[in-house]
């Protein structure tokens, strides 16, 4: 299977504390990309990081991306209740010109307030 | 509103019943996604459209499913003779296909599937 592991499953901690999210995959991979799902709704895309680059921020997040250890890392600085939600990596593959995601398991992630 | 609609939000069927699903992507962009995500699970592929041809299927599309996308702009997903196991969120994406490292996939809200 393709499909990645994203560490921890379930995450608790005080608002205000940073949350770190890992995720490993399998192969080699076009871009790696984070989505955040709030219960039981959509997918919102928060960051692409190319396989070339390293690290990328954006607001609050800050990606990194180890192509030689197939590992990713999203980390969500001074978290806000409103952080609360799953948040999933998925690892782009091309299929016929375009590309399919695959997404990990997620990791839950809960915001104390 | 100019993101991925989809619709219904939510479908209860009895087992055996026929469901069609209608995923409206954002205008002009050319690829569409059907993706299904059980509880606790991430999203998986299930098949992906240029313009009006499908392109890719997962082995997870069974026969009894069958995809549309007849004018290149929304997409219809039919299940035919549910079975319990397809309970699942069904989401649709759609991207714009310019550059694949740089493809962002925009999500539905879903629909979400229960079979009694």
């Known amino acids: 299977s393709q499909q990645g592991e994203e560490d921890p499953q379930a995450l608790s901690i005080q608002e205000g504390e940073n949350a770190t999210m890992n995720c490993s995959y399998k192969t080699s991979i076009n871009n790696l990309q984070w989505y955040r799902q709030n219960s039981g709704r959509g997918l919102v895309h928060l960051i692409l990081i190319r396989s070339n680059e390293r690290e990328k921020h954006s607001g609050r997040l800050r990606v990194t991306l180890d192509t030689s250890k197939k590992s990713s890392s999203l980390l969500i600085t001074a978290s806000r209740a409103a952080d609360t939600a799953s948040y999933f990596c998925?690892?782009?593959?091309?299929?016929?010109?375009?590309?399919?995601?695959?997404f990990g398991q997620g990791t839950r992630l809960t915001i104390n307030p | 509103d100019t993101g991925v609609s989809q619709d219904p939000r939510h479908k209860i069927t009895k087992r055996g019943q026929n469901v069609t699903f209608r995923c409206d992507p954002i205008s002009e962009h050319n690829r569409l996604y059907w993706y299904r995500q059980t509880l606790g699970q991430g999203p998986e592929f299930l098949t992906y459209f240029q313009n009006e041809a499908q392109l890719e299927k997962s082995r997870l599309l069974s026969d009894r499913f069958s995809a549309e996308r007849p004018k290149g702009s929304f997409s219809t997903l039919e299940i035919q003779r549910t079975e319990q196991g397809d309970s699942a969120m069904y989401l649709c994406?759609?991207?714009?296909?310019?550059?694949?490292?740089?493809?962002?996939?925009?999500f539905g809200p879903g629909t979400r599937l229960t079979v009694t």
């Open positions: 998925a690892t782009g593959y091309s299929i016929q010109g375009a590309q399919k995601l695959v």
């Open positions: 994406a759609s991207s714009a296909g310019t550059s694949l490292r740089l493809e962002e996939q925009y």
